[in-house]
């Protein structure tokens, strides 16, 4: 059996809390699951990102449970601790795998690749398990120049093409749009070798927004709202307590889980700014840890 892996920062038990709350908050039919590279697109310490995934997955109630540093292993423990619990999403989005190969030199490739594989192969499983009615799109992993990887990456990739089965999980590889033939990023694609920089996120939208429209029809005008559980409107968040502004979020007594309070706030009112569950947890510096 394939381990799963806690995070034990600090920063991460709260983006984990925050996460559950978002997925017990419902009303996510687009469930996009990976590290930073996800992240990113949907978080709001990067306005510019989530502008751009607001204007293209605004109407499909599209949810990001990226977070920064995950690998293969400790993506597989978030979903096994609650955060597909009861979503039941229509689309799931997958991307893993580059964490575990890193930048660093790699003593085995075989057996990384083999790690890699069959560590997205336990996410979607259990993907499956937790959300049977929803069709997967895994993703290959994306070109990363920040060391000697590619040889990795396109084996890997070549692992997780077979695991499209034409009906449930699809497969769908954009690196021949982000990188030339021998994995070299495109001028423009990356802002630090590896993560993606808007004209990314374009490609990645570009090739996603087709197999979306197939899966979950055109975009609607407005979102469909959250589905309110009561005892996330009860809950109480202790940060703000004393400024009695917020009704959840907020875990620790620090600036990130005011920040993360902040942000579950607004989320938790969608007639005030609608579409703000597309945000992933924001403001906790995670790619400082990893991608």
């Known amino acids: 059996m394939y381990k799963a892996v806690p995070r034990t920062e600090p920063h ?3 983006a984990h809390e925050e996460l559950l709350a978002k997925a017990r908050a419902g009303g996510i039919d687009l469930y996009f699951l990976g590290d930073s590279i996800t992240r990113r697109w949907g978080a709001t310490d990067y306005p510019d990102l989530l502008a751009h995934w607001r204007k293209h997955f605004y109407g499909w109630n599209a949810g990001n449970f990226g977070w920064g540093g995950d690998t ?3 993506i597989l423990w978030r979903v096994q601790n609650g955060e597909l619990d009861g979503v039941n999403p229509k689309v799931i989005v997958l991307l893993a795998g580059t964490n575990n190969i890193g930048k660093e030199p790699i003593a085995d490739p ?13 996410i979607l499983e259990l993907c499956r398990e937790k959300a049977p009615k929803a069709k997967i799109v895994v993703m290959g992993i994306f070109p990363r120049n920040d060391g000697s990887a590619m040889p990795v990456i396109n084996q890997a990739n070549e692992n997780l ?9 699809r497969y769908l590889n954009i690196n021949d749009r982000l990188a030339d033939r021998d994995g070299q990023l495109f001028d423009g694609i990356a802002v630090d070798k590896l993560h993606l920089r808007l004209k990314g996120y374009q ?5 996603l927004k087709p197999v979306l429209t197939e899966l979950l029809g055109p975009r609607a005008k407005t979102r469909t709202p959250l589905r309110r559980r009561p005892e996330i409107q009860k809950r109480e968040c202790r940060t703000n307590r004393l400024r009695g502004r917020c009704r959840g979020g907020g875990f620790l007594r620090s600036r990130a889980a005011l920040r993360v309070c902040s942000w579950f706030h607004s989320c938790m009112q969608p007639d005030k700014r609608a579409g703000e ?3 992933s947890t924001g403001g906790l510096d995670a790619d400082r840890v990893g991608v």
């Not at 093409?161 to 999980?169: H, L, N, P, Q, R």
């Not at 490609?203 to 090739?207: F, K, P, Q």
Request: charged share 20%; no cysteine; aromatic share 8%.
């Open 12 to 14: 991460s038990r709260i």
């Open 72 to 74: 293969t292993w400790n």
């Open 110 to 122: 075989v057996a990384k690749v083999a790690e890699v594989t069959q560590g997205v192969q336990a």
């Open 161 to 169: 093409a077979k695991f499209a089965d034409g009906e449930t999980v």
């Open 203 to 207: 490609v990645w939208a570009d090739a």
């Open 277 to 279: 569950v597309n945000a």
